[in-house]
């Protein structure tokens, strides 16, 4: 017995549909991966221009120090010629939220950040 043609065409129809369906699930998938992709290009961007403007102003700190330090004017103390000596040292607020966590916090006064 032949079966009608009209159900070889639902069943043609039906396996067309499902592969229509697995390339659309596939399109989907692979726009969420460009999408990661994008965010993670972005976030590395910004992470690398955090980097650069440390770095920027690490060497200004230092430019102020050797400035501040070599001014023979100041009549500085010993205290603070350290103070002024290790300004530049130690975790930075960089350093606490991206890279080190658990590094101390040392924004908080004149005397902690002198101990």
């Known amino acids: 017995m032949l079966?009608?043609?009209?159900?070889?065409?639902?069943?043609l129809g039906r396996q067309q549909e499902q592969a229509d369906l697995e390339k659309l699930k596939m399109f989907v998938q692979l726009r969420q991966d460009l999408e990661r992709v994008r965010n993670l290009?972005?976030?590395v961007s910004r992470r690398e221009k955090l980097s650069r403007n440390l770095l920027s102003l690490r060497e200004q700190t230092f430019h102020k120090q050797v400035a501040v330090l070599s001014d023979s004017k100041?009549?500085?103390s010993s205290a603070e010629v350290?103070?002024?000596?290790e300004a530049n040292h130690g975790p930075s607020i960089y350093d606490r939220l991206y890279s080190y966590p658990d590094a101390p916090d040392l924004?908080?006064?004149?005397?902690t950040m002198l101990s």
Do not use: H, I, R
């Open 3 to 11: 079966l009608p043609k009209s159900d070889d065409g639902d069943l």
């Open 41 to 43: 290009c972005y976030m």
């Open 74 to 76: 100041l009549n500085l």
């Open 82 to 85: 350290s103070a002024v000596q």
């Open 107 to 111: 924004s908080t006064d004149f005397e």
